[in-house]
């Protein structure tokens, strides 16, 4: 079965409301995942960023994503496009989620992988991915960072260290 993880689609990023938006580049990420989601068949599961205060990973970045603010949410064009959403609290989406035993119950041998921000949660859960042999897919349209330095270098790692590909 295809699976496609989409990593952050909040408001936090996406909305104009969102505490760190992204403005147009927000815009037009949207408009990508939207074609990309609506035509794909496989299973496709969000992943909520839910940070707290107190969080001690977060700790140079707890602008955003409260688990208590609007930030928190998916983002409102994007929501009817999840057929299941975890919420994590690193960086990794397996890190204190049920990914694992939902690829391993639905043999998930390959997955797309999607949203923001691609030098954190994209590599953090590529990586993952990676040391469970499971091949994994990014489209470089539809990964973002809000700092495009950082997001080159992620894209580069993913590709010649882990092995991942590319696609437009």
């Known amino acids: 079965m295809e699976t496609a993880l989409v990593m952050c689609p909040q408001n936090s990023y996406l909305s104009p409301t969102g505490t760190v938006y992204m403005g147009e580049q927000a815009e037009i990420l949207k408009i990508r995942l939207i074609d990309f989601l609506k035509d794909f068949r ?5 992943f909520r960023e839910k940070r707290s205060l107190e969080d001690t990973i977060f700790v140079n970045d707890k602008t955003h994503s409260l688990a ?6 998916v983002e409102g064009s994007l929501k009817e496009y999840a057929d299941l959403f975890f919420d994590k609290i690193r960086h990794s989406a397996f890190f204190g989620t049920k990914l694992e035993e939902y690829l391993i119950r639905e043999k998930v041998g390959s997955v797309f992988l999607m949203g923001l921000e691609t030098h ?7 990586e993952e991915l990676r040391n469970r042999k499971i091949d994994v897919t990014i489209i470089e349209p539809l990964v973002m960072s809000r700092d495009e330095y950082m997001h080159s270098c992620a894209v580069s790692i993913m590709i010649h260290c882990l092995g991942i590909k590319v696609g437009s």
């Open 68 to 73: 208590a603010s609007d930030d928190f949410h």
């Open 120 to 126: 954190t949660s994209i590599l953090f859960t590529a």
């Open 42 to 46: 496989g299973k496709r599961i969000f």
